[in-house]
């Protein structure tokens, strides 16, 4: 790449600092930061805060996950079950904590030039999560206790992960969440899920497996999708191991292309990792 590209590329990521930040931030928490609370064999302490190179993934080999059933006549209930069922049922429900380690390429609104980076994203009970963040021309780290959040740049300003994506699809069929219809696209079939705060995430599954190939989140004004492409069953639970996620802003779309190298189930964390940062 010529270096007056990289540098235009690189002013474009700097004076963008906020959505860039903002994709990264909302991608993983609306991603990843499931509620938890199921207790499993506990193996090791999480304490590093830093990314670092991941070694070879260990992934036990527990039953397979359910098939999900879906037809023609299917209703939005029965979709969102059939989706929480290829998720990983309970499994997924009662997770007790998840870390993901990985790279993400970041692209600016009409470019083709990628910002490669490295990212840690750590959920545990309690609806906290971690996200630490290495780029050659920014770091970035997001901390939320479960109450409130931090972050290591001013202005980001998330809702609880607990509010949207994948969060809520294992809350469907709890006292405050409607499940209702939406037209389908293409071979997808797709439903909407709505909180008592009027918060909505809309989930587009495949037809055959029943699996969440992407979900839709208004917020703040901008939209927010996520689009799974592989997928791997990591203790029984399906995880996304490459997607993208697109933020829709006035000065155009941002995206962002993950690929999950390491994946940590059900490990105890500590509570170190959750200390707000001093704004």
């Given at each position: 790449?010529?270096?007056?590209?990289?540098?235009?590329?690189?002013?474009?990521?700097?004076?963008?600092?906020?959505?860039?930040?903002?994709?990264?931030?909302?991608?993983?928490?609306?991603?990843?930061?499931?509620?938890?609370?199921?207790?499993?064999?506990?193996?090791?302490?999480?304490?590093?805060?830093?990314?670092?190179?991941?070694?070879?993934?260990?992934?036990?080999?527990?039953?397979?996950?359910?098939?999900?059933?879906?037809?023609?006549?299917?209703?939005?209930?029965?979709?969102?079950?059939?989706?929480?069922?290829?998720?990983?049922?309970?499994?997924?429900?009662?997770?007790?904590?998840?870390?993901?380690?990985?790279?993400?390429?970041?692209?600016?609104?009409?470019?083709?030039?990628?910002?490669?980076?490295?990212?840690?994203?750590?959920?545990?009970?309690?609806?906290?999560?971690?996200?630490?963040?290495?780029?050659?021309?920014?770091?970035?780290?997001?901390?939320?206790?479960?109450?409130?959040?931090?972050?290591?740049?001013?202005?980001?300003?998330?809702?609880?992960?607990?509010?949207?994506?994948?969060?809520?699809?294992?809350?469907?069929?709890?006292?405050?969440?409607?499940?209702?219809?939406?037209?389908n696209d293409k071979k997808r079939r797709a439903f909407r899920i709505t909180d008592s705060e009027g918060n909505v995430t809309d989930f587009f599954v495949d037809a055959q497996t029943?699996?969440?190939?992407?979900?839709?989140?208004?917020?703040?004004?901008?939209?927010?999708?996520?689009?799974?492409?592989?997928?791997?069953?990591?203790?029984?639970?399906?995880?996304?191991?490459?997607?993208?996620?697109?933020?829709?802003?006035?000065?155009?779309?941002?995206?962002?292309?993950?690929?999950?190298?390491?994946?940590?189930?059900?490990?105890?964390?500590?509570?170190?990792?959750?200390?707000?940062?001093?704004?």
């Amino acid at each position: 790449m010529k270096i007056e590209n990289r540098r235009t590329f690189t002013f474009v990521f700097r004076s963008s600092a906020f959505a860039v930040s903002t994709v990264i931030a909302l991608a993983f928490s609306l991603l990843n930061g499931v509620s938890v609370s199921a207790q499993q064999k506990q193996s090791g302490t999480t304490t590093a805060t830093t990314v670092t190179a991941p070694s070879p993934t260990v992934t036990a080999a527990p039953a397979a996950i359910a098939k999900a059933t879906i037809t023609q006549t299917s209703s939005p209930q029965e979709l969102a079950r059939a989706a929480l069922t290829a998720q990983g049922g309970d499994k997924f429900r009662n997770l007790k904590s998840m870390v993901l380690i990985g790279s993400v390429d970041l692209f600016s609104p009409n470019s083709t030039q990628s910002l490669p980076g490295k990212f840690v994203i750590v959920t545990a009970e309690r609806d906290r999560y971690r996200l630490e963040l290495q780029a050659p021309v920014f770091n970035f780290r997001q901390v939320y206790d479960g109450q409130q959040g931090s972050s290591s740049m001013r202005g980001i300003d998330l809702p609880p992960p607990s509010k949207f994506g994948l969060n809520v699809l294992a809350k469907y069929d709890r006292p405050g969440y409607t499940v209702s219809a939406l037209p389908n696209d293409k071979k997808r079939r797709a439903f909407r899920i709505t909180d008592s705060e009027g918060n909505v995430t809309d989930f587009f599954v495949d037809a055959q497996t029943g699996r969440v190939v992407s979900y839709l989140i208004p917020y703040n004004g901008y939209r927010f999708g996520v689009e799974n492409k592989t997928f791997k069953e990591v203790d029984g639970v399906l995880v996304p191991y490459s997607f993208t996620q697109r933020l829709e802003l006035p000065q155009g779309a941002f995206f962002a292309e993950y690929k999950v190298k390491e994946v940590k189930i059900n490990q105890p964390i500590s509570d170190d990792l959750f200390i707000l940062q001093a704004q």
